[in-house]
């Protein structure tokens, strides 16, 4: 048990180094050096001036020194600074943090709210016309873009029935109230959460499938056990694992997801604040997302992964030869 | 795999059939090849126009002439969902081909050689893996623009990982197997023990992450165009054809220009999915009577 936590622990480690290389290789990438920023915010600068601030900050060393001294630097938390309004990265994506949690957390309930149930009554009566019916609103929900089903809700829901608002996260500014976030919230939630739904709806069914095949299934049907309660309390148990471990694995997709859904509704969370980084070529900004989510997700996974091995052993042999990914 | 039969037994035949009795993916090819003939030969036989611009009818109404109306430069809407199609089909195969190049080699040399070869490319697998591939893309496409060159590749590179993981697990069972263990003791070399009896054996589960991951590209293409960070007019995709519903009055007021380039996206993703859901079905040996 200890010795798959510590293998797995290192293996986070050594994949922490291989995202701040490739991210550090694609700022190395991107057009422009810093000084470009600073000397096109203050054009009066000498070559002398110019020549000190680089070597202030380390740009004539060589590129590999360069990237341990930013490492040096990111590990206390310092990401840099943004070009746009010169406020600490790090303390920019924090602040901005809670909205897109709030909106990937209640994406993924209302998936799993959804899909689990109806991914077992699927299984339960397998090529019954439920099955069909949940089986093709699976696959829909899978192929459908989310922000293409958004478009539509905002059509139907805000503009023709007027029932919910259709953009932000507030009505008011300066008005935080519970109800009027949960308005605002309905709609993104739902449009985020359907390629999640889909996904977990087809994955619970097949989980099941599996599971009810298995001979502590038959041997509890031959005990004479209701059919409900060999589902409630045997199989279920016994399906859902996998389904956890992969909630880990969706975590890039429901962010990624949330970054085209939050455009589209203009929910003020991380998304917002890189497509407006994007517009605004603020590469400190950009590259600290990336970091940062990178780092969450790793992070995330290997949560999961200890707590799905400490739920349940056999997890680990299953990840040990590389965990299925998401889609 | 030999058949009882008088008829010889042939794998392709028994794919075909198992794939023809999945009615979805049935539907889901036909669909797809009726589409694709349609956007490839439809501008060839007509004269429809998505770039010309007609100054007396800015955001026209769908009449007989623009059947979708026009856009707000006068630009034909139906011309353009045509030439969008194109546009997302073409990006979607192509950036997966891109990934299944690079991950499929990858995979290969992961799993036959092991060893530290093995550890380093499982481990950039994991690398990104950990980048959410939609902030990836779009960084990737804010650092190296927006052509549709650029978009493809920023698509083919970010995607490469479930082929080199699939490939990887595939190879490392297959290489314990014994006519492997044969050809290596007759002294097979590694490139072509690789290539003749190792990869073969990847043909079915590449195939059907193709269809996924291309079903997958093509999504990814339409939400980044959508957002006004991939493919950019003039030229058309169906994602820039949905972002003209980024104006408030086109999405509420016009519906008619973006529902179409929506719907064809979720039938085209659609099709492929069950696509894929067939030739798994139909390809698995675990399914095979």
């Known amino acids: 048990m200890g010795r798959y936590i510590l293998k797995r622990l290192g293996i986070s480690i050594i994949v922490f180094f291989g995202i701040t290389i ?29 020549a000190a601030l680089t070597e202030q900050y380390g740009l004539d060393k060589p590129l590999i020194v360069q990237y341990f001294s930013w490492l040096w630097q990111m590990l206390h938390g310092n990401l840099g600074y943004s070009y746009q309004t010169s406020q600490d990265v790090f303390q920019l994506i924090v602040a901005k943090l809670g909205p897109t949690l709030l909106l990937t957390v209640t994406s993924m309930v209302i998936a799993l709210i959804i899909a689990i149930p109806l991914g077992i009554l699927a299984a339960v009566k397998p090529k019954s016309g439920f099955d069909y019916i949940s089986s093709a609103f699976a696959f829909i929900g899978n192929s459908l873009p989310g922000f293409f089903f958004g478009m539509i809700l905002i059509l139907l829901v805000s503009v023709k029935l007027n029932w919910l608002p259709m953009s932000g996260m507030y009505t008011m500014p300066d008005n935080h109230n519970f109800a009027d976030l949960i308005r605002h919230l309905i709609l993104p939630a ?11 709806m087809r994955y619970m069914r097949s989980s099941m499938i599996e599971t009810l095949g298995q001979d502590f299934i038959r041997t509890a049907k031959a005990k004479g056990l209701s059919r409900n309660s060999i589902i409630i309390k045997h199989a279920l148990r016994n399906s859902i694992n996998p389904i956890i471990v992969n909630i880990g694995a969706q975590i890039p997709f429901l962010i990624g997801g949330s970054v085209v859904i939050e455009s589209l509704f203009s929910w003020p969370g991380i998304g917002k604040l890189l497509t407006t980084s994007i517009d605004a070529r603020d590469y400190p900004v950009l590259m600290g997302i990336t970091i940062f989510i990178a780092v969450a997700v790793l992070i995330g996974n290997l949560l999961v992964d200890i707590v799905c091995s400490l739920v349940d052993p056999r997890i680990r042999c299953v990840s040990e030869g590389g965990k299925k990914s998401g889609k | 795999m030999a058949s009882k039969s008088k008829k010889e037994y042939s794998y392709l035949r028994d794919v075909t059939t198992k794939f023809c009795r999945h009615k979805a993916a049935l539907v889901g090819s036909i669909t797809l090849i009726l589409l694709t003939l349609i956007v490839v030969f439809l501008p060839m036989i007509t ?17 007989a002439e623009h059947l979708l109306g026009t856009d707000e430069i006068g630009r034909d809407l139906f011309a353009r969902l045509i030439y969008g199609g194109r546009t997302s089909l073409l990006v979607g195969i192509l950036s997966t081909l891109i990934s299944l190049l690079i991950g499929v080699p990858l995979g290969l040399i992961a799993g036959y050689y092991r060893g530290p070869v093995e550890t380093f490319i499982m481990r950039l697998t994991d690398v990104f893996m950990s980048f959410p591939s939609m902030i990836l893309i779009m960084v990737l496409v804010a650092v190296f623009g927006t052509s549709i060159t650029s978009v493809t590749v920023v698509i083919g590179i970010t995607g490469w990982t479930q082929f080199a993981r699939l490939v990887y697990m595939d190879t490392l069972s297959t290489r314990e197997r014994q006519y492997v263990e044969a050809a290596v003791s007759s002294g097979v070399r590694d490139f072509s023990l690789i290539t003749k009896y190792i990869l073969p054996n990847t ?21 980044l165009s959508y957002m006004g ?20 009055t086109t999405l509420t007021m016009r519906p008619w220009v973006w529902i179409p380039a929506g719907l064809l996206l979720l ?9 894929g859901d067939g030739l798994r079905d139909a390809l698995d040996p675990k399914t095979k009577v």
């Open chain 2, 203 to 223: 043909f079915s589960p590449v195939m059907v992450t193709f269809t996924f991951r291309t079903a997958n590209a093509i999504l990814t293409e339409s939400a």
């Open chain 2, 47 to 63: 004269s429809i126009d998505p770039y010309t611009t007609n100054a007396t009818a800015h955001n026209a109404m769908p009449s």
């Open chain 2, 267 to 275: 039938i085209t993703v659609l099709s492929i999915n069950f696509i």
């Open chain 2, 229 to 248: 960070y991939g493919i950019k007019p003039p030229m058309a995709s169906w994602g820039n054809i949905l972002n003209y519903a980024q104006s408030l």
């Open chain 1, 22 to 50: 490739l991210a550090y290789a694609i700022t190395s990438m991107m057009p422009g050096t810093p000084m470009d920023f600073v000397v096109a915010s203050n054009p009066n600068m000498s070559a002398e001036q110019i």
């Open chain 1, 190 to 200: 739902f449009s985020l959460s359907l390629q999640q739904l889909g996904y977990f």
